[in-house]
C-alpha cells in the first residue's frame, strides 16, 4: 500500500488518471441505449456543437487542447488583459449611454447617472442625440475632470469634439486632466450610412494630432465595431472588421505626422458583449491578441500593443416582447464583458429597442454592472478565465478565423474598399440568413419570444428615440421575424378583439400529450397565435363540437404515437368536417404518414422545424393581414 503525503491536497490522488478513451467509451455506451453505435473521437463529436465561423465547441477539454502560452497580463500578446492589475484596484469603467434630445432632461438622467455608480459617459450628440448646442447645457454641473466622456456624433464629429474641448477651456478644466474619446469614426459612418463624407479622415487625423500635443487623456479615434454586429456579422467577421479598420487608421495618423505609438494610443476599440459568455469572454481576449500582433508587425513598442476596449451589450439580441428578460441577457453579456477584460462597460436599459430608456432602466442598467463589481467581486480576479481550457481553445481558434477575414478584407483594399465594393455587406447578409434559419427552426431559441411567450403581457412603450442614419449595413434584430407575426396579431386584436385561435385537440390522459400539447402552445403563441386546450381531452365523437366552441380557426393534434395510431385519423376527419382552415399534428408522422395526410392532417410540426413558415401559413390562411 502506497503511503501518500498529508499535504491536504491528495483527495483521490491514489487512483490512476482517466484517459480519454476511457471517457470516450463511456460516451458511446451511452449513446448505443438511444440507437447510436459510435465509438472513439466519433462518440465525442456526437456531442460537440458546431458555432459560427467553422468553430466547434466540444463536450470535453484538457490539457492537450490548450493552444499553448497566452503570455501574463499587461504584456503581449494582451491575451489576458491590457493591465497587469487587470480591474483589481477600480474595476471596469462604467458608462452609461445618454441621447436625449432634450439637453435639460439629459442633464438630469447625466447627473442621476454620476451620483448613483457611472464612472463615465457616452454621449449620442448631433442630428441623432443632444444638440450640439445643447452640450454645455448636458453636462451643467458634471466634473469634467472626474467624469470622462465619449462621444458618438456620426458625421458631426468635427464641431462636436470642438465643441467639448471650448467647453473644458471654459470651465478652466486643465488639458492634461481631460479624460474621454472624442469620437471620430468615419469609417463606422461609411458602413451605418454607405456614404463617405469628403475631408472626415483628415479632420479626425488633426484632432489625433492635437490631442498626441496637448491632451493625454484623449482619445481622438472609435474603431466602431457595432455596425457589423448590428448588420447581422458574426464574432469572428466583427473582430476582422475591427482589426481591418484599426490597420487603417495607423496608415491614415502615421501618414499624418504621427508615430506608430502614437497612433495606437488615439485609438480605442468597441465591440458588442452577447449573451453567449464564452463567445464574448473569447472574443475580446482574441481582439488584444490580434491587435498586439498587428502592432508587432507596424514596428511599435512592446506596450502600445495594449487595445482600448470598451464592450456595449448587444442591440442585436434585445427583444420588444418581455423586454423584462432583457435584463438577465444584459446581465450575462456585462458580466463576459468584465471576465474578457473590457476597460469600459455600457450596459443598454432593458427598454432599449423600445425608444428612449426611463429612469427605471437606466437605474437598472447601472446597478447591473454595480452588482457584478461590488457584490460578485468580479473585478477583483485577475483574468478569471485565464487557464480555461475551453476558453483558451475558443480565444485561439477565434482569433485565426478573426484573422483569415481581416486577411481578405486587406486583399480586397481595406476596410473602406470592401465597404465600397459590397465584400462586407454580402458576407454579413449570408451570415444573418444562415443564423436567420436557426432563429426561425428555433434551434437559438429566444425567451420571451419564441420560447415561453406571454400573449397576455401587454406591451411596454417608450418615447420614440431619435431616429440612427441608415442607408448602409442593414440594422437587424434576432426577434425581427416573430415580431412581424406578432404584430399582425396585435392588429387583429385591434380589429376583431380576439386574437387568432388555434384549438388543440389533445387525445388520451396527460401523461400522453401534455409534452406535445405544450410544445404546440408555446410553438403557436411565438406567432401570437392564442391556443384553446378545453377541453384537456377529445376524441372523434366530441371534438368537433369542442372545435366549434373554441372560436379557432384552425386545429392541432396533440398526443403520442400511440395514440396517434388509434385515433388521429378519425378526429382529423372531424375536424375538418366542422371546418377547420388547417389541421396540424405535432409530431413525426413516421409510417402512418399518408393515412393521416388523407385523413385530413395539413402539416406535421416538430421540434426544430421551420416555425417562422409554419405560422405564417396559418395567420395567411386565417385571413390575419
Known amino acids: 500500500m502506497t503511503v501518500l503525503p498529508d499535504d491536504g491536497l491528495s483527495l483521490a490522488g491514489e487512483f490512476p488518471d482517466a484517459t480519454r478513451e476511457q471517457w470516450q467509451s463511456l460516451v458511446a455506451g451511452v449513446l448505443r441505449k438511444s440507437g447510436r453505435d459510435l465509438s472513439g473521437p466519433a462518440a465525442e463529436d456526437a456531442l460537440s456543437t458546431t458555432l459560427q465561423d467553422g468553430l466547434t465547441a466540444r463536450p470535453l477539454y484538457t490539457a492537450a487542447d490548450a493552444p499553448g502560452d497566452s503570455g501574463y497580463p499587461g504584456f503581449a500578446p494582451f491575451t489576458r488583459g491590457g493591465r497587469p492589475e487587470g480591474g483589481v484596484v477600480s474595476g471596469w469603467d462604467v458608462r452609461q449611454r445618454h441621447s436625449l434630445p432634450d439637453p435639460v432632461r439629459a442633464n438630469e438622467a447625466v447627473l442621476s447617472d454620476l451620483e448613483n455608480g457611472v464612472t463615465s459617459l457616452w454621449l449620442s450628440v448631433g442630428s441623432a442625440g443632444i444638440p450640439v448646442s445643447g452640450l454645455a447645457t448636458a453636462l451643467d454641473g458634471v466634473y469634467l475632470d472626474l467624469a470622462p466622456v465619449a462621444l458618438d456624433a456620426g458625421a458631426e464629429f468635427p464641431s462636436v469634439a470642438r465643441a467639448l474641448l471650448k467647453l473644458y477651456e471654459e470651465r478652466g478644466v486643465a488639458r492634461d486632466a481631460a479624460r474621454g474619446t472624442l469620437g471620430a469614426d468615419p469609417v463606422g459612418e461609411l458602413a451605418r450610412t454607405g456614404r463617405e463624407v469628403s475631408g472626415l479622415t483628415d479632420e479626425a487625423a488633426e484632432l489625433a494630432a492635437l490631442c498626441d500635443r496637448e491632451y493625454p487623456g484623449l482619445r481622438a479615434i472609435t474603431v466602431d465595431a457595432l455596425p457589423y454586429h448590428e448588420g447581422g456579422a458574426s464574432d469572428a467577421q466583427e473582430l476582422g472588421c475591427s482589426l481591418a479598420t484599426g490597420v487603417g487608421w495607423l496608415r491614415d495618423l502615421t501618414a499624418a505626422g504621427l508615430s506608430v505609438e502614437a497612433a495606437c494610443d488615439q485609438i480605442e476599440f468597441r465591440y458588442a458583449a452577447t449573451a453567449d459568455q464564452f463567445l464574448t469572454i473569447a472574443k475580446l481576449r482574441a481582439a488584444r491578441r490580434l491587435w498586439a500582433r498587428v502592432t508587432e508587425v507596424c514596428g511599435a513598442g512592446p506596450g502600445a500593443g495594449a487595445q482600448r476596449q470598451h464592450a456595449v451589450t448587444s442591440s442585436v439580441m434585445m427583444t420588444r416582447r418581455d423586454p423584462w428578460v432583457n435584463m438577465l441577457r444584459t ?250 382552415l388547417q389541421v396540424f399534428l405535432a409530431g413525426r408522422p413516421g409510417e402512418q404518414r399518408e393515412t393521416y395526410v388523407r385523413a385530413g392532417v395539413d402539416e406535421f410540426v416538430v421540434a426544430g422545424g421551420d416555425a417562422i413558415a409554419v405560422l405564417t401559413s396559418v395567420l395567411d390562411r386565417m385571413g390575419v393581414a
Open 331 to 580: 446581465t450575462v453579456a456585462s458580466m463576459a464583458a468584465g471576465v474578457g477584460g473590457a476597460d469600459a462597460v455600457t450596459v443598454l436599459p432593458f427598454d432599449h429597442a423600445l425608444g428612449l430608456p426611463d429612469a427605471f432602466a437606466r437605474r437598472i442598467a447601472r446597478n447591473t454592472s454595480t452588482i457584478l463589481l461590488e457584490e460578485s467581486h468580479l473585478g477583483r480576479v485577475i483574468d478569471p478565465a485565464g487557464g480555461s481550457w475551453y476558453v483558451e481553445r475558443l480565444t485561439d481558434d477565434l482569433a485565426h478565423a478573426a484573422w483569415a477575414w481581416f486577411q481578405e478584407i486587406e486583399r480586397a483594399g481595406g476596410q473602406r474598399a470592401a465597404l465600397h465594393d459590397g465584400l462586407i455587406a454580402e458576407r454579413l447578409a449570408a451570415t444573418w440568413q444562415e443564423r436567420s434559419g436557426r432563429l426561425a427552426r428555433r434551434r437559438e431559441p429566444i425567451t420571451g419570444v419564441s420560447e415561453f411567450p406571454q400573449l397576455a403581457q401587454p406591451p411596454v412603450e417608450r418615447d420614440p428615440a431619435p431616429k440612427p442614419p441608415g442607408g448602409g449595413l442593414p440594422v437587424v434584430r434576432r426577434d425581427e421575424a416573430y415580431e412581424t407575426l406578432r404584430a399582425r396579431s396585435d392588429a387583429y386584436l385591434a380589429a376583431t378583439g380576439a386574437r387568432p385561435r388555434v384549438f388543440l385537440a389533445a387525445l388520451g390522459p396527460a401523461a400522453a400529450h401534455t409534452a406535445r400539447a405544450t410544445f404546440a402552445t408555446s410553438l403557436f403563441q411565438a406567432g401570437g397565435i392564442e391556443p384553446v386546450h378545453d377541453p384537456v381531452t377529445v376524441d372523434a365523437e366530441s371534438v368537433a363540437d369542442a372545435f366549434t366552441r373554441s372560436g379557432a380557426a384552425v386545429a392541432c393534434i396533440c398526443s403520442s404515437d400511440a395514440l396517434y395510431a388509434e385515433s388521429a385519423a378519425p378526429v382529423a376527419e372531424a375536424l375538418k368536417t366542422a371546418g377547420a
